[in-house]
């Protein structure tokens, strides 16, 4: 009997909790270069919520896909303008139809040939990514695809041989030997280890600098209590000039006084010396004479 679209999906089973189906990474050295892709984007991005990023995790695009077992699960894959949250599987019907906006494989010798050829084609026509990048943590192969006309067609890199992705806003580069990160400007794109030991050194400069800064403003105070102390000198040197002076000049009015009060006896003991020759000559007598 026929139903209603209301009735079919009444009758569709959630695929929400639907288990990835992808082999563990070929070697340790891949586990480490997907651990850099995703840890270092997500300490970038850490402040927002509109994203998803897959590692090694199956996208189910199809329930055909599901009946033929045909799992094809990127390495790497980032779905923007979605809910950041945890995820079992990438199941493209249950995300409203969202297919990854970037996918990155890394290649290995017994995947090349399918990364290159089989899931280049499935991104391309089924997918529709817009920008396919490929490398080999091995050889340090690195070539990206951007999605233009309906076909994937070669990313031209730069003068480092770093390629540009519009989706990430990012370079993606070789550095180390291993897969980065790059911003427009061309700063390397830390993992939280390293943005860590980058604050851990700022602090230790910072501290450094304010070190220094104390020790050049203690020597400052050092020089600034010497040139108090030369001054408190300075200044005692001259209140003792100034005390001498002072002393000089009492003594000279000292003397002066004194110089004075003998030209006053002087001056007493000549005026009674006039008075007794005039009285001597009242009385007819010469003082010469006697």
Same mark, same amino acid.
């Given at each position: 009997?026929?139903?209603?679209?209301?009735?079919?999906?009444?009758?569709?089973?959630?695929?929400?909790?639907?288990?990835?189906?992808?082999?563990?990474?070929?070697?340790?050295?891949?586990?480490?270069?997907?651990?850099?892709?995703?840890?270092?984007?997500?300490?970038?991005?850490?402040?927002?919520?509109?994203?998803?990023?897959?590692?090694?995790?199956?996208?189910?695009? &199809?329930?055909?896909?599901?009946?033929?077992?045909?799992?094809?699960?990127?390495?790497?894959?980032?779905?923007?303008?979605?809910?950041?949250?945890?995820?079992?599987?990438?199941?493209?019907?249950?995300?409203?139809?969202?297919?990854?906006?970037?996918?990155?494989?890394?290649?290995?010798?017994?995947?090349?040939?399918?990364?290159?050829?089989?899931?280049?084609?499935?991104?391309?026509?089924?997918?529709?990514?817009?920008?396919?990048?490929?490398? &080999?943590?091995?050889?340090?192969?690195?070539?990206?695809?951007?999605?233009?006309?309906?076909?994937?067609?070669?990313?031209?890199?730069?003068?480092?041989?770093?390629?540009?992705?519009?989706?990430?806003?990012?370079?993606?580069?070789?550095?180390?030997?291993?897969?980065?990160?790059?911003?427009?400007?061309?700063?390397?794109?830390?993992?939280?280890?390293?943005?860590?030991?980058?604050?851990?050194?700022?602090?230790?400069?910072?501290?450094?600098?304010?070190?220094?800064?104390?020790?050049?403003?203690?020597?400052?105070?050092?020089?600034?209590?010497?040139?108090?102390?030369?001054?408190?000198?300075?200044?005692?040197?001259?209140?003792?000039?100034?005390?001498?002076?002072?002393?000089?000049?009492?003594?000279?009015?000292?003397?002066?006084?004194?110089?004075?009060?003998?030209?006053?006896?002087?001056?007493?003991?000549?005026?009674?010396?006039?008075?007794?020759?005039?009285?001597?000559?009242?009385?007819?007598?010469?003082?010469?004479?006697?």
């Amino acid at each position: 009997m026929a139903l209603t679209a209301q009735e079919i999906e009444a009758l569709m089973p959630d695929c929400t909790e639907l288990l990835s189906d992808e082999p563990e990474m070929e070697s340790s050295l891949h586990y480490t270069q997907l651990l850099i892709l995703v840890t270092c984007l997500e300490w970038l991005w850490r402040n927002r919520e509109d994203f998803f990023i897959g590692a090694n995790l199956s996208v189910y695009y &199809s329930r055909q896909q599901l009946k033929n077992r045909d799992f094809r699960g990127p390495d790497f894959f980032l779905v923007k303008d979605t809910e950041k949250r945890p995820r079992l599987s990438w199941v493209i019907w249950e995300e409203d139809g969202k297919y990854p906006n970037v996918i990155i494989e890394l290649l290995s010798d017994s995947t090349a040939k399918v990364d290159k050829g089989l899931k280049k084609q499935l991104y391309q026509n089924q997918f529709r990514t817009p920008e396919y990048f490929w490398f &080999s943590p091995n050889t340090l192969e690195l070539v990206g695809w951007r999605l233009t006309d309906s076909e994937y067609k070669t990313i031209p890199a730069s003068e480092n041989a770093w390629y540009w992705s519009q989706e990430l806003g990012l370079y993606l580069g070789v550095w180390e030997n291993k897969l980065r990160y790059f911003t427009v400007e061309g700063r390397l794109v830390p993992t939280p280890e390293e943005a860590n030991l980058e604050e851990i050194r700022k602090a230790e400069v910072e501290r450094q600098r304010a070190e220094v800064e104390r020790q050049r403003a203690e020597v400052e105070r050092q020089r600034a209590e010497v040139e108090h102390q030369r001054a408190e000198s300075e200044r005692r040197k001259v209140e003792v000039e100034r005390r001498k002076v002072e002393v000089e000049r009492q003594r000279a009015e000292s003397e002066c006084r004194k110089a004075e009060s003998e030209r006053q006896r002087a001056d007493d003991a000549e005026n009674k010396a006039d008075v007794l020759a005039q009285k001597l000559r009242e009385l007819g007598i010469e003082p010469d004479s006697l």
